[in-house]
């Protein structure tokens, strides 16, 4: 935890009352610069070091010519964090669910943890907004979302690390998948006619169609946006109060004030790693309940 204090510190040298770092065109860099740098995606990825040697890995760039426009495919930090938080997922799962010689279940404090996880998921997310078939049915992908937002998370407060769900792309993709499902959930327990006919509620005047499908069209569309931006700022923000906490000893030029940023901020990561638990558990539990409704006759 200290380690990820210190290596947010080291990004901040750049601010106004210290020794400035330069960019890599020779310019000075602000504390606001320094902050969206560290947010942002970019093709580089920086590692400061305490004695002050800076290393940089730039990911080569992959374009492809399709007509007049260009299709960029070329790895960046967020994608390469990415990546890695789904190796992690990947490994931790194998090596938790794996079995020993002689025994009938997994079994170790690693299996414990993630059957845990697991059950709750299944039980208190899946199963209690869906029904016991439905529910049983989309635990393999409420599960897979709630892993990948959690790793993701926890991969991103590592020191020079960056949180791929700080992407509002990376944050889109995946309420597009839960809106696929929804769409797909609905379509198939009502029929395609029968769950479209909600559009237009039973019972209003036909001079009221006009008004209600189109409002019908935007409660569709506001529940993945809904989730693609609550995910979206929610990671974004624990780091940018954080670096600002710390970047104050170097906009007010005094190390005064070091002791109230850096227990401020040793707050704020703390609470940020609560946050990506919640942020995880509300992602999958709106998936859930998202899924459900359009499932759902009544709905």
């Known amino acids: 935890m200290s380690a990820a204090l210190i290596a947010l510190a080291l990004q901040l ?79 931790v799962v194998l090596v938790g669910t794996s079995r020993r010689k002689g025994e009938s279940v997994p079994a170790g404090p690693t299996n414990n943890i993630i059957e845990t996880f697991v059950l709750f998921v299944r039980d208190d997310i899946a199963v209690r907004n869906m029904g016991e078939h439905l ?8 599960c897979t979302i709630f892993f990948f937002i959690l790793f993701c998370g926890l991969v991103g407060v590592l020191p020079f690390t960056a949180t791929a769900t700080g992407n509002i792309a990376v944050t889109a ?3 597009l998948c839960t809106f696929v499902l929804t769409q797909f959930a609905g379509m198939r327990s009502q029929g395609v006619v029968g769950y479209w006919a909600h559009l237009v509620p039973p ?17 569709l569309v506001t529940k993945p946006f809904a989730l693609t931006i609550r995910l979206f700022a929610n990671m974004v923000a624990g780091h940018v109060v954080i670096l600002f906490l710390l970047g104050m000893v170097f906009v007010l030029g005094t190390t005064l004030v070091a ?13 940020e790693l609560l946050v990506i638990f919640i942020q995880a558990y509300i992602f999958t539990i709106l998936s859930a309940v998202f899924i459900g409704m359009a499932a759902s006759h009544a709905h």
């Open 203 to 219: 019972g209003i005047p036909w001079w009221l169609y006009p008004l209600m499908i189109p409002a019908e069209l935007l409660g």
């Open 173 to 175: 993709s995946l309420a």
């Open 135 to 142: 529910g049983q049915e989309f635990t393999p992908y409420l």
């Open 13 to 91: 040298a750049a601010a106004p009352g210290s020794p400035p770092a330069e960019s890599s065109s020779g310019e000075h860099k602000s504390l606001v610069e320094v902050v969206m740098d560290h947010i942002a995606d970019s093709r580089t990825i920086e590692l400061q070091t305490p004695w002050g040697p800076k290393y940089e890995l730039t990911f080569p760039e992959w374009k492809i010519p399709i007509g007049a426009r260009v299709l960029d495919i070329s790895i960046t930090k967020h994608v390469f964090w990415m990546w890695v938080s789904s190796l992690l997922l990947l490994a």
């Open 259 to 271: 002791p109230v940023g850096v227990l401020f901020a040793l707050g704020i990561y703390l609470l």
